[in-house]
């Protein structure tokens, strides 16, 4: 791990718990729905609809806008009909969702000794105002967007590395997912997995042991490997 | 004031001091030099370096870069020829400058009820390092490099507004500068002067009364306008 500058870090389901935070969020907006269940449902179609963009079958669109076509198809399913308030209210849970216990502290370690970025396939927008309410160190958002595609694709984690003026081997991609770690890698990034067994509830099986130049169980974990105490802190 | 969701905060001279930093990390590299002349002179060059990528005459190139070429310009008219590290070494004395003593208290209590954004000329990464040495608490950084042009230029501020999702007039933009509150309250932002006497050291005047919204003299007064103790804190 020598030589890592920077420390860019995927947010939903990495440094968030996406399915407490939008589970929650569904219970509260929609009532007697299986909760769980639909925000389950809701993010299964993340990487489909995130994958039309990247390949060039659709021009650009905001993650909110793919979570507002995926909820509402999801809705009809579901034969549910909420007013156009609640929809929009449920889009926004996904800008508010809390941090897994260990990420405050151990992105406060991380960041004493490397530059510590957000790199999510997240807006800017929602990717600020969520580090803002979870109050998560970062240094810099960063996000897809700036490249105006999506991960995996390797513009992403290029741009992130052009914008800090790193080389992209001096990038460490932290994420709990195969797929981010695989597109960090083939654009020339390090690799971080965090395994994070219930990240995707009790429905979907989480990523566990993927390939990685490291793996953890915790943001604590990596600042012990990358920043172990009395080395120079 | 009501309706401000953004504030977003020039940095040379309105948050970090410029003068000191620079004259004291030339006056270290330099030598005998007459430091504090040198920085002035130095940022003399920057405006009109940048205007020369504003309005297209050439293409886009980092401040970085303009900073370099205004640097080796300076040196030959003192007949000054430093090393290559030396020359690298100056040009990295805008990465890391001081706060101004009123900086870091008045943003954390401006960060309290608003997205608090760094929204300079610099490049993102100079601004990232900047903010992260100094301890500046800001919500995200947004740099002139993501316009691809630089303030005064409408883009700039647009941009900022765009990538955080809310309304130019939802945007206050804080400067010790008229041609960059100018540029955006053209830019239809809301715009407020901080006061800066010493901002330019004592070869050359700073800006005083201009143009804005409000005026203030520091950022805890403009915290003391913007987030009264109190009101809902």
């Known amino acids: ?12 389901g990495t440094t968030v718990d ?56 999801l809705l009809d399913r579901h034969g549910l009909d909420p007013d156009e308030d609640t929809r929009r209210r449920l889009v926004r849970a996904w800008h508010r969702l809390p941090a897994w216990p260990d990420s405050v502290e151990g992105l406060t370690r991380l ?15 929602l990717l600020t105002n969520l580090v803002k309410a979870a109050r998560l160190p970062f240094d810099c958002i960063l996000s897809a967007e700036l490249a105006r595609t999506y991960k995996p694709a390797p513009e992403v984690y290029l741009t992130a590395a052009r914008l800090l003026d790193v080389a992209p081997d001096e990038v460490l991609m932290v994420a709990a997912h195969g797929w981010d770690l695989d597109g960090a890698r083939e654009a020339g990034l390090r690799t971080a997995f965090l395994e994070r067994p219930g990240e995707k509830g009790p429905h979907q099986a989480a990523d566990r042991g993927m390939a990685a130049d490291v793996s953890v169980a915790s943001f604590t974990e990596l600042a012990d490997l990358l920043s172990p105490a009395g080395a120079g802190r």
């Open 1 to 12: 791990m020598d030589g890592i500058r920077v420390v860019a870090c995927d947010v939903f």
């Open 18 to 73: 996406w399915y407490a935070g939008v589970a929650e969020q569904v219970r509260e907006l929609l009532g007697d729905t299986d909760a769980g269940a639909f925000a389950s449902q809701w993010r299964e179609r993340y990487l489909p609809s995130m994958a039309n963009v990247r390949e060039g079958r659709r021009d650009w669109a905001y993650l909110d806008t793919l979570h507002r076509e995926s909820l509402d198809e």
């Open 111 to 125: 960041r004493e000794r490397h530059i510590l970025a957000a790199l999510s396939n997240g807006g800017f927008a």
